[in-house]
């Protein structure tokens, strides 16, 4: 998926963040791709994404916000009671 069209998305869903729209392609990708192709469409998102400067957390792959991660800090905080 080209990151432009990873943006438009998550514009109409409200988010105001590149990362978030990253996440956001990245969390529902078994909603918005054919199986077989899943794996190439990220690729081509994290690829580009890269290229533009985002970082990606080491543990679950997602695109960090202000250098950290969201969805692990949430992981943490919801499911190990850490801050
Ligand atoms: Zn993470």
Do not use: T, W
């Amino acid at each position: 998926m080209k990151l432009k069209d990873a943006i438009m998305l998550g514009k109409s869903c409200g988010l105001a963040s590149i990362p978030e729209a990253i996440n956001n392609v990245l969390a529902h990708d078994l909603s918005l791709f054919e199986y077989e192709i899943m794996v190439s469409e990220e690729r081509e998102l994290r690829d580009e994404a890269l290229k533009k400067g985002i970082q990606f957390c080491a543990k679950c792959g997602m695109a960090l916000l202000n250098d950290e991660c969201y969805m692990c800090r949430n992981f943490q905080s919801i499911f190990l009671g850490k801050k």
